[in-house]
């Protein structure tokens, strides 16, 4: 069985508190009808503080798209870089041992991808499998540990290193007075997670994995794309849609896996915000107190998109979670898109 190692999340060196950035938007957008309602959904987000790759005075001046993807391909491989390194030394592995490469990232395109360009920083084999998910959004690093399972079910034996890269600063609009653009410049900040997936090491043992694509909600969680670059769209509509997803996730937990039994033992959930994080707890019945180190990540680093699900993983391995506990991890995405994955702690 393919066991999940230690991962790393790194984090750049640039801090944003919440506070900077409403008073930050109620000057720029002073003559917004909607100014008041826009800052206070912004403190409902419940971030604290963020990390960004670049000052935040750099980030609110705008740039063209290509200015962004070109700091897209020099930071995110330099994060990228870093996280993966401490990750393959967390699981005593060295770069030579590596057969995949699983990279995951929403918040930049450039050809070749990030994965070849880490893949030459880092010096991994050349016959190296690389896979890369560039639109799995938020459920990406979910969605990067059921492939990695998978992977080792087709290639017994091989490691593989997943790493998440998401560089969401440098999306961010200056001009776009959309409330939906008030609440990313509150929500989202910048990551890189690195982890190890691989046989003969402790850790969380991948087990089963769960897809699901909610029709007719293409434009639930979506980008815009312009001249200027991307502007994140996302539908107030998105905590029912995930509401309605829940039976299916149980009756597969229940019919497919121990996990549910009646609740999982260690949740790896990504937050999605509080009312994704209420329905889950109420569809699945898993108690709010399970949530605590998910809702500590959006707190201390926002929303890292598909970082979030490797940042809680991370935390949750400094429990120390005992042999045999029944583990799901649990990621939403565009499309919309739920994503499992189970598994069973060995120390």
Known sequence: ????????????????????????????????????????????????????????DEVIRGRSFGARMRRYAEAGTDLGTRAAERALAAADTTVDEVDNLLLVSCTGYLLPGLD?????????????????????????????LARARELAVVHPGSVTLVVSVELCSLSYQPDDDRIASFVSAALFGDAAA?????????????????ED??????????????????????????SRVVAEAMPGLRQWLRSETDVLAPQPDVLVSHTGG???????????????????????????????????????????????????????VLAFGPGVTTVAVTGTWTN
């Open 116 to 144: 070849a360009h880490l893949a030459g920083r880092l010096g991994l084999r050349r016959d190296v499998r690389r896979l890369a998910f560039a639109q799995s959004g938020c459920a990406g690093g979910a969605y990067a």
């Open 1 to 56: 069985m393919s066991t999940v190692c230690q991962p790393v999340l790194c984090l750049p060196d640039h801090t944003l508190t919440l506070d900077d950035v409403v008073a930050h938007m109620a000057r720029r957008h002073a003559g917004h009808p909607r100014i008041r309602t826009a800052t206070q959904l912004m403190r409902n987000t419940s971030v604290r503080t963020r990390s960004l790759v670049d000052p935040f």
């Open 194 to 210: 690195a982890c190890v997936v691989r046989e003969d090491r402790p850790g969380l043992r991948l087990e089963n994995a769960y």
């Open 274 to 328: 509080p009312r994704i994080m209420y329905e889950v707890s109420k569809g699945l019945d898993i108690p709010p107190a399970m949530f605590e180190l998910s809702e500590n990540s959006l707190t201390e680093r926002g929303n890292t998109a598909s970082a979030v699900v490797l940042d809680v993983l991370a935390q949750t391995f400094a429990t120390r979670p005992r042999t045999g506990a029944q583990t799901l």
């Open 213 to 238: 694509l909610a029709p007719d909600t293409l434009r639930h969680i979506a980008y815009d794309v312009d001249e200027l670059g991307f502007h994140f769209d996302t539908n107030p509509r998105i």
